[in-house]
């Protein structure tokens, strides 16, 4: 059983990994929108995607999730048994829920079949949001995802043995809506949790408004 701490939680920091390389080739048509530039001055304008699998004692568990460039925010999620379109393309209807302004937005995301797939291609025009892609197996364009999942896996993954998906969904709710969005710190974000830097925004964009 495990035992409560009255002590602060706090993340657990990682190497830095950046290199330079040159992005792959693309196909269908879609090309890399954000050129590796992982910075947004505003909320809902450049969102990453990805998804991971968890292992449980009842079989495999896959997590997409969905962030927000400007405050690293995972503004939508979603956990499945299967690997499937349904998958992501639930995890993407989540952000759109929350998305209050009307422009458009670019999701990036890597070449998995789930992304490619006519179906969610459909999905993203239906609902305003520009598809972007990584080059041919190059991590390094979606990098921000893929950083967030190895702080997933680091901070909480690693430290647990999952029993059932019901119990793992709890504590990929806890660790991703509780202690990611609302008490981790980032350096990106000014040393605040990024719901706090991106309700900060709001506040701040309130008060200079006419």
Request: with cysteine.
């Amino acid at each position: 059983m495990w035992k409560t701490s009255h002590c602060p939680l706090r993340g657990i920091p990682a190497p830095t990994r950046w290199k330079r390389r040159k992005s792959g080739e693309h196909s269908a048509g879609i090309t890399n929108q954000l050129a590796r530039d992982f910075t947004a001055l505003i909320p809902n304008t450049k969102w990453v995607t990805d998804l991971t699998y968890i292992s449980t004692q009842e079989d495999w568990l896959y997590l997409a999730v969905v962030l927000d460039l400007f405050s690293r925010q995972v503004i939508g999620w979603s956990m499945q048994p299967q690997l499937g379109r349904d998958l992501v393309i639930q995890a993407v209807l989540m952000a759109v829920w929350q998305k209050s302004t009307p422009q458009a937005v670019i999701l990036h995301s890597n070449r998995n079949t789930q992304y490619t797939a006519q179906e969610f291609q459909v999905f993203l025009k239906a609902h305003g949001i520009v598809s972007s892609m990584s080059g041919v197996g190059n991590w390094y364009d979606n990098a921000v995802a893929e950083s967030f999942f190895g702080l997933l896996k680091r901070e909480r993954v690693y430290r647990r043995r999952y029993q059932t998906r019901a119990k793992t969904r709890m504590d990929m709710f806890d660790y991703i809506e509780r202690f990611y969005n609302q008490q981790r710190s980032h350096s990106f974000t000014q040393g605040l949790a990024p719901r706090n830097f991106r309700e900060q925004h709001v506040q701040q964009s309130s008060l200079t408004c006419p």
